[in-house]
């Protein structure tokens, strides 16, 4: 009978808000037109999950 594994597993999760702030320059048309954010729709908020056993990872 084969023994069992008592290797441990370890998770984990991450969720981070890294939305600029209101006057912050994103961007322009490229013409030299640059103007800072004046409001904000979304939020940016990446995520990011993994599993780890011993020598085997995966995120």
């Known amino acids: 009978m084969k023994q069992p594994n008592r290797e441990h597993l370890w998770a984990g999760a991450a969720l981070v808000d890294i939305t600029p702030s209101v006057g912050t320059h994103l961007s322009g048309s490229g013409c030299g037109e640059h103007h800072p954010a004046i409001s904000i729709l979304d939020l940016c908020l990446p995520k990011q999950s993994f599993l780890s056993q011993?020598?085997?990872?995966?995120?």
Do not use: G, L, P, Y
């Open 54 to 59: 011993k020598t085997n990872t995966h995120a």
